[in-house]
């Protein structure tokens, strides 16, 4: 036997074996599977009972137009349509509807004391005066006009423990807290605790996760110096 016959044979029969056209193309007849798609965008709901069924027919011929599977025919019709609603739908095509209660109220949660602030004092009402106002000149415009921070001793710090003057020690720093008493979430009588004084223990043992400078930073006027110095 030649060669070239041994071949041809070996060409003919995987053909026959594998049932392939000799025209068809490698890629038609070993194509991928096609892998069934999902698309969200799909939202349209399948005829039931099928356009063309009997039972559909049946109903049709029938005079019960109140009948309650004629109803239901027609709302599938309608919600199986091309013609999308003039108001979109507020649900997603996974099922997901927004909530249609409204949201809980802030719960009181037991350990916290905040009290409720004036309009207008906010902490982002004093997150805007903070940044637009000079919340130092008052004070020390008191002291003669002096632009630069001031070196406060204790006995001069207790002599300012008004409302209207009061300044308190922050980690070796004075601050003017009388602009901001109105808007301390603790509330004016709390912060007047530690007006005129060191009130730097009080103030972590209160809150130790609030930041100081970001709070109060611009009200600084100056630093705390021993009383003999
Ligand atoms: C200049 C000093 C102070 C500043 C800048 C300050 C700032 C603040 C801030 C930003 C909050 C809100 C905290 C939050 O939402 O988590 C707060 C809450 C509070 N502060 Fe102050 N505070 C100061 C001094 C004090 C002092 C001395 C006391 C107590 C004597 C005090 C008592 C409170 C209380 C009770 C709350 C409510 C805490 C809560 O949420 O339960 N604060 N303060």
């Not at 965008?41 to 029938?62: G, I, K, L, T, W």
Request: aromatic content about 4%; glycine content about 6%; proline content about 8%.
């Amino acid at each position: 036997m030649a060669a070239g016959e041994s071949s041809n044979d070996l060409a003919s029969l995987r053909a026959e074996d594998l049932d392939i056209d000799a025209e068809e193309s490698y890629e038609e007849v070993f194509k991928k599977p096609e892998l069934p798609t999902v698309s969200i965008e799909d939202d349209d709901v399948p005829m039931f009972p099928a356009p063309n069924s009997a039972q559909r027919q049946a109903e049709s011929s029938r005079d019960v137009s109140t009948s309650k599977s004629q109803r239901s025919m027609l709302a599938r019709e309608l919600l199986s349509s091309k013609q999308k609603p003039s108001v979109p739908s507020r649900g997603t095509s996974l099922g997901l509807q927004p909530p249609t209660s409204t949201p809980p109220t802030r719960l009181n949660v037991p350990g916290r004391n905040k009290v409720a602030l004036q309009p207008g004092c906010s902490p982002l009402d004093w997150a805007r005066i903070k940044n637009t106002t000079d919340l130092r000149v008052c004070n020390i415009l008191i002291q003669g006009g002096v632009t630069s921070l001031l070196r406060v001793t204790p006995s001069e710090l207790k002599q300012h423990n008004t409302r209207s003057d009061a300044w308190t020690a922050l980690e070796g720093k004075i601050y003017n807290i009388s602009p901001y008493l109105r808007f301390h979430p603790g509330g004016t009588d709390t912060l007047m605790r530690v007006a005129g004084r060191d009130g730097t223990r009080l103030f972590y043992l209160t809150h130790s996760w609030v930041n100081i400078d970001a709070i109060i930073g611009p009200a600084m006027i100056g630093v705390l110096i021993p009383e003999h110095s």
